[in-house]
C-alpha cells in the first residue's frame, strides 16, 4: 500500500460496478446451464453455480487471492496477504494504483468463482453434491490460483514472458474448457447417454441467462482495463461487436444448413463470441473483434458437431464452447494484437511480430498441460476417498431428489401423493418407496 498514490473515485466507482457485474454473470450461467438440461437435474445444475460463490468465495478471502497474486514468486504467490492481511481501502501500485485495493480482490474474486461454475456444465446429473464443493476448492487452489498467478500476478512467469490475457482466455476459458473435459471422462458418462434424448427443460431460462451473461460480461473484459478510461470504452465495444458476430454466424450457419435457426444455437453463438474476446479485448480494434467473434463461433460449432460423435458426454459443450473458443480467441490475441489500440500490449502478426503468435501458443500448451493433470489428480484423490458419483436410482429418478431433497416443479400428481407441503424454508425428504413412486408419475424425459 503506497500512501502517496491518489485514488480515484470514477475508477473505484466502475471497478465496484464491474465485480457487480461479473458477480452477475454467476446467477446469468445458473440460468443458462440450467435451462439446457432435464427437469430432475435442473435444481442441482443451478446449485453448483450458486455454491461456487460459497465455497469459492471463503477460499478467496482465506488464501486464494494471496496465492494468485501476491508478488514475487514465479510459480505461486504466498500467504502473507492471507486473510486480506494489510488490504484495505487503499491503493496499491501493483494492482490498484488509483482504487482501493479491496475493489481488486472483489474484482477478481468473481473470476475466480465463475470459473469453477463454467467446469460444472460438463458434470451435470451425476457428480455428488458434497463431492463438487470440494472439487470447486481444491481446484482453485490447486489449478486456478497457480494459473492466475503466471499469467496476471507480478513475476508470474507467463506474464514475465510477455503473454497477453487480458480478461481471462487462458486463465479462465482454457483453463475450465480442459478441466471440463477431464472431469467428464473420469466421472463417466450418464446412464442412459445415446440411449434417450437429452432435450433442454426451458429455453426461455436459456435465452435470459445468455443476455445475462452478456451484460456482466461488460464488466468482465472492459472491468479489467482497472480504469474508466477510453481502454474501457474500447475492450466494452470489443465485448459488445464479438458477441452480436458470434450470435449473427451461429444463426446464419444453422440457417444455411437446416433453413432454420434455433433459441439455443443463437444463445451458444452469443457465448463463444464473447468467449473468443475475452483474451483480447484490450489488444484489439472493433473490426478485429467481428472476425475474432467469427472465427470462434465456427471452430466451436465444428467442435460441438464432432463431440456429438464420440463417446464424451461433456453435458453441456464446456469444451466446446468455453475451451475452444479461448484457444482461438488467445491464438488470435498474438494475430490482431497492436499497440496502436494499448501501447502497454503487444504487435500480433498482422502488425509485423510473429513471436508474439508464438508466446500466446506457448501459453495455451502450456494451460491445457497444467489443468489437465492437476485436475485428473484432483479428481483421483476423491474418487478414492469419497467417490465421484450418485448412485444409480439416484441418477435415474432424478439428481435433485436424491442431492438436495426437493424438485424444481412440484406437480399436481406429486402433491397428491405426497401429501402435505414443506413449511418456509424447509426441504420435502421422501423415502425411497415415494421416490419411486413420483419418478413413475412424472412425465418420460
Same mark, same amino acid.
Given at each position: 500500500?503506497?500512501?502517496?498514490?491518489?485514488?480515484?473515485?470514477?475508477? *473505484?466507482? /466502475?471497478? !465496484?460496478?464491474?465485480?457487480?457485474?461479473? =458477480?452477475?454473470?454467476?446467477?446469468?450461467?445458473?440460468?443458462?446451464?440450467?435451462?439446457?438440461?432435464?427437469?430432475?437435474?435442473?435444481?442441482? *445444475?443451478?446449485?453448483?453455480?450458486?455454491?461456487?460463490?460459497?465455497?469459492?468465495?471463503?477460499?478467496?478471502?482465506?488464501?486464494?487471492?494471496?496465492?494468485?497474486?501476491?508478488?514475487?514468486?514465479?510459480?505461486?504467490?504466498?500467504?502473507?496477504?492471507?486473510?486480506?492481511?494489510?488490504?484495505?481501502?487503499?491503493?496499491?501500485?501493483?494492482?490498484?494504483?488509483?482504487?482501493?485495493?479491496?475493489?481488486?480482490? &472483489? =474484482?477478481?474474486?468473481?473470476?475466480?468463482?465463475? *470459473?469453477? @461454475?463454467?467446469?460444472?456444465?460438463?458434470?451435470?446429473?451425476?457428480?455428488?453434491?458434497?463431492?463438487?464443493?470440494?472439487?470447486?476448492?481444491?481446484?482453485?487452489?490447486?489449478?486456478?490460483?497457480?494459473?492466475?498467478?503466471?499469467?496476471?500476478?507480478?513475476?508470474?512467469?507467463?506474464?514475465?514472458?510477455?503473454? %497477453?490475457?487480458?480478461?481471462?482466455? *487462458?486463465?479462465?476459458?482454457?483453463?475450465?474448457?480442459?478441466?471440463?473435459?477431464?472431469? @467428464?471422462?473420469? %466421472?463417466?458418462?450418464?446412464?442412459?447417454?445415446?440411449?434417450?434424448?437429452?432435450?433442454?427443460?426451458?429455453?426461455?431460462?436459456?435465452?435470459?441467462?445468455?443476455?445475462?451473461?452478456?451484460?456482466? /460480461?461488460?464488466?468482465?473484459?472492459?472491468?479489467?482495463?482497472?480504469?474508466?478510461?477510453?481502454?474501457?470504452?474500447?475492450? =466494452?465495444?470489443?465485448?459488445?461487436?464479438?458477441?452480436?458476430?458470434?450470435?449473427?454466424?451461429?444463426?446464419t450457419l444453422e440457417l444455411l444448413r437446416n433453413g432454420r435457426?434455433?433459441?439455443?444455437?443463437?444463445?451458444?453463438?452469443?457465448?463463444t463470441g464473447l468467449v473468443s474476446i475475452t483474451p483480447a479485448?484490450?489488444?484489439?480494434?472493433?473490426?478485429?473483434?467481428?472476425?475474432? +467473434?467469427?472465427?470462434?463461433?465456427?471452430?466451436?460449432?465444428?467442435?460441438?458437431?464432432?463431440? @456429438?460423435?464420440?463417446?464424451?458426454?461433456?453435458?453441456? #459443450?464446456?469444451?466446446?464452447?468455453?475451451?475452444?473458443?479461448?484457444?482461438?480467441?488467445?491464438?488470435?490475441? +498474438?494475430?490482431?494484437?497492436?499497440?496502436?489500440?494499448?501501447?502497454?500490449?503487444?504487435?500480433? %502478426? !498482422?502488425?509485423? #511480430?510473429?513471436?508474439q503468435l508464438g508466446v500466446q501458443l506457448f501459453a495455451i500448451?502450456?494451460?491445457?498441460? =497444467?489443468?489437465?493433470?492437476?485436475?485428473?489428480?484432483?479428481?483421483?484423490?476423491?474418487?478414492?476417498?469419497?467417490?465421484?458419483?450418485?448412485?444409480?436410482?439416484?441418477?435415474?429418478?432424478?439428481?435433485?431428489?436424491?442431492?438436495?431433497?426437493?424438485?424444481?416443479?412440484?406437480?399436481?400428481?406429486?402433491?397428491? %401423493?405426497?401429501?402435505?407441503?414443506?413449511?418456509?424454508?424447509?426441504?420435502?425428504?421422501?423415502?425411497?418407496?415415494?421416490?419411486?413412486?413420483?419418478?413413475? &408419475?412424472?412425465?418420460?424425459?
Open positions: 500500500m503506497n500512501p502517496e498514490l491518489t485514488i480515484s473515485a470514477g475508477n *473505484t466507482a /466502475w471497478v !465496484l460496478i464491474s465485480a457487480a457485474l461479473v =458477480f452477475l454473470m454467476i446467477p446469468g450461467l445458473a440460468l443458462f446451464y440450467g435451462g439446457l438440461v432435464r427437469t430432475k437435474g435442473v435444481l442441482n *445444475t443451478m446449485m453448483m453455480s450458486a455454491a461456487a460463490l460459497g465455497v469459492v468465495g471463503v477460499q478467496w478471502i482465506l488464501f486464494g487471492y494471496s496465492l494468485s497474486f501476491e508478488p514475487g514468486g514465479a510459480w505461486i504467490g504466498g500467504f502473507g496477504w492471507a486473510g486480506l492481511a494489510g488490504i484495505g481501502s487503499g491503493a496499491n501500485s501493483d494492482y490498484a494504483p488509483t482504487f482501493p485495493h479491496i475493489a481488486f480482490v &472483489l =474484482f477478481q474474486g468473481m473470476f475466480a468463482v465463475i *470459473t469453477v @461454475a463454467l467446469i460444472s456444465g460438463a458434470v451435470v446429473e451425476r457428480m455428488r453434491f458434497p463431492v463438487y464443493l470440494a472439487f470447486a476448492v481444491l481446484w482453485t487452489t490447486l489449478v486456478y490460483d497457480p494459473l492466475a498467478h503466471w499469467v496476471w500476478g507480478v513475476g508470474g512467469w507467463l506474464r514475465e514472458l510477455g503473454a %497477453l490475457d487480458f480478461a481471462g482466455g *487462458t486463465v479462465v476459458h482454457i483453463a475450465a474448457g480442459t478441466s471440463a473435459v477431464v472431469a @467428464a471422462l473420469m %466421472l463417466g458418462a450418464r446412464r442412459d447417454f445415446r440411449k434417450v434424448a437429452f432435450v433442454p427443460h426451458n429455453v426461455p431460462t436459456t435465452l435470459l441467462g445468455a443476455g445475462l451473461l452478456w451484460f456482466g /460480461w461488460f464488466g468482465f473484459n472492459a472491468g479489467s482495463a482497472l480504469a474508466a478510461n477510453g481502454l474501457a470504452a474500447l475492450a =466494452f465495444a470489443n465485448t459488445f461487436a464479438a458477441g452480436a458476430s458470434g450470435l449473427a454466424t451461429w444463426m435457426s434455433t433459441a439455443v444455437g443463437a444463445a451458444t453463438g452469443l457465448v479485448a484490450g489488444y484489439v480494434t472493433p473490426v478485429a473483434a467481428l472476425a475474432i +467473434g467469427l472465427i470462434g463461433a465456427v471452430a466451436s460449432q465444428f467442435a460441438l458437431e464432432l463431440r @456429438a460423435r464420440v463417446r464424451l458426454d461433456d453435458s453441456l #459443450d464446456v469444451f466446446a464452447c468455453h475451451g475452444v473458443a479461448g484457444i482461438i480467441g488467445a491464438i488470435l490475441t +498474438g494475430v490482431f494484437a497492436t499497440t496502436d489500440v494499448n501501447p502497454a500490449g503487444a504487435n500480433g %502478426l !498482422l502488425y509485423g #511480430d510473429a513471436s500448451a502450456v494451460t491445457i498441460a =497444467f489443468s489437465a493433470v492437476a485436475t485428473g489428480g484432483v479428481l483421483v484423490v476423491l474418487k478414492a476417498v469419497f467417490g465421484l458419483r450418485v448412485s444409480l436410482a439416484a441418477e435415474l429418478h432424478g439428481i435433485d431428489l436424491s442431492e438436495h431433497g426437493e424438485e424444481a416443479y412440484y406437480g399436481a400428481d406429486v402433491g397428491a %401423493l405426497v401429501g402435505r407441503r414443506a413449511p418456509i424454508g424447509e426441504s420435502v425428504l421422501l423415502p425411497a418407496t415415494e421416490i419411486q413412486s413420483v419418478a413413475r &408419475l412424472q412425465p418420460q424425459e
